[in-house]
Each structure stands twice: as C-alpha cells, then as structure tokens.
C-alpha cells in the first residue's frame, strides 16, 4: 500500500466518522462544526483524486463562507432541540422510507451520468485541458440533470431556513406585509376640528398674582 492509498483511507475515515456525528450530535453547533470536518476531509480526498479545483472552492466557499453563515443562522434562531426530538421514533419509519426513495433515485441518476458516452469519451481528451474546463464540460453535458436537481434542493432549503427564521415567536418582531399592504392614511392620521377653550384662572390664584404685582400694575 502506497501513501496516497492510506491517505485515502484515513480522510475517508475521519470523513464517514463525521458525516455520521452530523446527523447524530445533540446540540445544533456541534454538528456544524462536524460539518466543516467533513468538508475539509472531503477536499483532502478530492486533492488525491488530482480534482484542486473543486478541493479549494469547497474549502473557500463552504468552509470559509456557508458554514460560517450556519453558525449564525443557528445561534440566531435558537432551536428548541427538546421540543424537535419530541415524537421522532414516531415518525422515524416514514422519514426512513423517504430517505431511501431519495437516496435510490439519486443512485439511479448518477449511474445514468456514469454510463453516459460523453464520460467515457472525455477520458482521452482529459490530458489536453484543464482541470476547471474538464469541470465544466462535464457538470453541463453529462451531468445537467444532477445539477439541476441540486438547484432545486438549495431553492427548497433557503426556502425553509426564510420560513423558520419568520415562525412565529414570543421575542420575534413580526410584520404581516399584507396588513402593512391594507393600511391607509385615515387609519393612521385623524384630524378633528374643536374651539379653542381658554381657561379662567381660579379666585385664589387670581388674588395671588394681583397680589404679588408692582403697584403700577395691580
């Protein structure tokens, strides 16, 4: 065994040990910090592979960036963990049945891309490009329809991470656009006419200030 295959072996390791913690630490920070080990290990294995590329924007943009926005996200949204775990082995077989689903048409789209004519041919005019273009022609040939569903996932993503941070809360400062939308001027500004009413000053102050007036004036 050379040292590139052990290499492999342990980042591959360290990799599966913390993709496994992601999903089963306790606390919300924990397991984004699991995450980013895993990314890391993820570029390690991917700079063996000769991809420097794809190695370098995971650390730039996943590790450096996105994660760091996870950490935000969850320290801001303060998840009630107790009250998630609440019924989990309730509905563990029906989130284990879709997670199979998802995980077997995701085998079947890869291998469609594997078995494509455009991969197996590329093989040869690998050594006369560059490694970001071979990227490039392989994402938007012959793996188009993994990109696309990959888009749809983030779309969905960042729309529960909008919907979550918008639910509903004690300390949450909520608007509702549509009654900000339905208010008019008259709602907000009411202008009432009324006659000016001038006081009369009481008997005893009256005598007070007449009192306390020079002589000229009383």
Not at 167 to 181: F, G, H, I, M
Not at 192 to 210: G, L
Request: glycine share 4%; aromatic share 10%; hydrophobic share 60%.
């Amino acid at each position: 065994m050379d040292t590139t295959t052990a290499l492999f072996y342990v980042f591959s390791a360290v990799l599966l040990f913390a993709a496994f913690r992601v999903i089963t630490a306790r606390s919300p920070v924990h397991a984004a910090l699991y995450l980013v080990l895993a990314f890391f290990n993820a570029s390690c294995v991917w700079m063996l592979l000769q991809a420097e590329f794809l190695a370098i924007a995971l650390v730039l943009v996943y590790v450096g960036a996105v994660m760091v926005l996870f950490l935000f996200v969850v320290m801001m949204l303060d998840i009630n963990v107790d009250g998630l775990r609440e019924g989990f082995w309730k509905h563990f077989p029906l989130a284990g049945t879709v997670g199979a689903v998802i995980a077997v048409e995701m085998a079947l789209v890869l291998q469609r891309g594997f078995s494509t004519p455009v991969a197996k041919t590329m093989g040869d005019a690998a050594v006369q490009m560059s490694n970001t273009r071979m990227l490039g022609i392989q994402i938007y040939t012959a793996y188009l329809y993994p990109l696309e569903i990959a888009a749809v996932l983030l779309l969905v993503a960042i729309i529960a991470a909008i919907a979550l941070t918008l639910r509903r809360r004690k300390d949450s400062r909520y608007l509702n656009p549509a009654e900000q939308v339905k208010a008019k001027k008259a709602d907000r500004l009411r202008i009432i006419k009324m006659d000016a009413v001038r006081e009369q000053p009481s008997a005893p102050a009256a005598a007070a200030d007449t009192a306390g007036a020079p002589k000229g004036q009383a």
